[in-house]
């Protein structure tokens, strides 16, 4: 078995800043540039790929990183690897990019919980498998199954009710979820559609995202593995096919600052296995997004000025709400490491006897990252690392204040390429016409 690595050192994250400076790829007009090390990301891919049967259905959530080099990187070391890689969708617009990038329709999750009319259409025409919502589109993809020819396979999203983790945004498996259809007070109702529509093969669940342990998101699988098991039976004696697809969803939490252990993605799995045994008798389909990219990604932003007010330094960056909404927001749940690097991209060592506020560029008082960090002598001019931002940040870009999006690199042993473009002043207007 290989063995997982959680984040992506100090040293590491210096070799390639000072690559990518001494190359030029961070030039005069960039102040703020993302980097995505594609070689751990691999391996972090691979490691995913170890741990589960080899007919696993790996939906990547393309939510959690839309970057097109990066689906097709993902697409590659599955197909390098003889295995499924696949994506899942959160809409229509994420379903027609994995089209477009070349996924095959039957490694394509469609997860929206509003789909319309015509989106179902559009995907019952695309055959990409479909995880039901509630039981109104369940009504719905019945009555358009009965017009529309189809190869996509379809699974119902069950809220397994196993509580919430310790961050409340994050959970969806509450006693309350706007998601799914609550087992709880609906175990009938459900019951009788799986005993309705022979089609209806599969069940998905999801539990959470950061915030959510191990044994929580085991505990969610659990209550619908116990379920399948008993439809099989029922399914059996009236000549229905067996429920045969078996989503778990996302949601392994990962280490952000270094003072939280990350979940190990092996351990799950067996726990997984001991709570589940038969499992693997059915069609797996995972659907982590967070797990695979988070740590694989780093931003760097040239610090422009520097405050120095009584008992606080206030480091003005190029990055802020726009780029990371939910640490500004949040920033109780959501936090960071970050390292500071001279112009030359050294790494600086010790620490300020004040500590730092660190400050974005938008014009509202909340947009600031962190408070009260211990950092070394940060001047105008000097580089901050933000560590571990590889999801959940570029796919949540604010078009606030109208700043220009950064250039984001990918990379490999020193060697780069351009995954996505700064974006210029002409494009920022063309997006509000």
Not at 231 to 256: C, M
Not at 403 to 421: A, D, H, M, V, W
Request: proline share 5%; net charge negative; glycine share 8%.
């Amino acid at each position: 078995m290989l063995k997982q690595r959680s984040n992506l050192t100090v040293p590491e994250i210096e070799l390639a800043l000072k690559s990518a400076l001494r190359q030029g790829m961070i030039r005069e007009e960039d102040s703020a540039v993302m980097f995505y090390d594609l070689a751990f990301f691999t391996e972090r891919l691979n490691y995913l790929i170890a741990c589960f049967p080899a007919t696993t259905l790996h939906g990547l959530a393309v939510k959690a990183n839309p970057l097109r080099g990066v689906m097709e990187l993902a697409s590659e070391t599955g197909r390098n690897q003889a295995c499924n890689i696949g994506v899942e969708a959160a809409s229509i617009g994420e379903v027609d990019m994995a089209l477009n990038a070349g996924y095959d329709p039957s490694r394509i999750v469609y997860d929206s919980p509003v789909k319309t009319l015509k989106e179902l259409e559009f995907a019952l025409a695309s055959g990409v498998h479909i995880n039901i919502d509630n039981l109104d589109e369940l009504e719905r993809v019945n009555l358009l199954l009965k017009t529309t020819p189809s190869t996509s396979t379809f699974g119902i999203r069950i809220n397994p009710q196993v509580g919430v983790g310790t961050i409340l945004e994050s959970s969806v498996a509450g006693e309350y979820s706007k998601f799914g259809v609550p087992i709880g007070s609906r175990k009938e109702e459900l019951t009788k559609a799986f005993l309705t529509f022979p089609w209806l093969q599969g069940m998905h669940l999801h539990v959470g995202s950061q915030g959510c342990s191990t044994e929580m998101l085991v505990r969610g699988i659990g209550v619908l593995y116990d379920f399948a098991l008993t439809l099989n039976q029922l399914r059996t004696s009236i000549n229905f096919p067996p429920i045969n697809i078996f989503d778990i969803g996302g949601g392994l939490p990962v280490s952000y600052n270094g003072m939280v252990p990350a979940s190990s993605m092996g351990d799950y799995a067996a726990a997984i296995k001991q709570r589940a045994p038969m499992l693997s008798a059915f069609k797996i389909i995972t659907e982590f997004g967070r797990w695979i990219y988070t740590n694989a990604g780093w931003t760097v932003s040239k610090v422009e000025y520097v405050k120095h007010d009584p008992g606080v330094n206030t480091a003005m960056l190029h990055v802020g709400a726009d780029l990371f909404i939910r640490e500004c927001l949040n920033p109780k749940d959501w936090q960071h490491e970050y390292s500071v690097y001279d112009k030359t991209g050294n790494l600086k060592m010790g620490n300020d006897t004040v500590p730092y506020t660190l400050a974005g560029p938008l014009c509202f008082a909340g947009d600031i990252l962190a408070r009260g960090v211990i950092l070394p002598v940060v001047e105008a001019g000097d580089y901050l690392v933000i560590h571990d931002t590889g999801s959940y940040t570029f796919s949540m870009w604010s078009h606030y204040n109208s700043r220009q999006t950064p250039r984001i690199l990918g990379y490999s042993r020193e060697k780069f390429e351009i995954l996505k473009e700064r974006q210029g002043l002409g494009e920022v207007r063309d997006f509000w016409k």
